[in-house]
């Protein structure tokens, strides 16, 4: 466990340290994930869902050799099944 000190800057900003930064792979505007217990806050790097699904979906499709189009014939077709 590294231990990193940062200091609150006047409109409450912090800053993280490149090394921090650069090992997370964080960009500016990445969101983050503040979690307070008790005294202690735990910061945490929190990756967007849809990009992440989007590429999975992507990923079976190509996979399964489906095109964009036969997917969305197919969930019109499973619609109205149910």
């Not at 409109?11 to 997370?24: E, S």
């Not at 699904?53 to 189009?69: H, P, Q, R, T, W």
Request: proline share 6%; charged share 30%.
């Amino acid at each position: 466990m590294q231990t990193y000190m940062i200091r609150l800057r006047e409109r409450g900003q912090l800053t993280l340290p490149q090394k921090i930064r650069n090992r997370l792979a964080l960009e500016p505007g990445d969101a983050l994930t503040l979690v307070q217990i008790g005294d202690i806050l735990v910061l945490s790097p929190r990756q967007p869902a849809i990009p992440k699904l989007g590429k999975a979906f992507s990923n079976i499709m190509d996979e399964e050799g489906v095109s964009l189009a036969e997917l969305l014939v197919g969930l019109e077709e499973e619609r109205e099944r149910i």
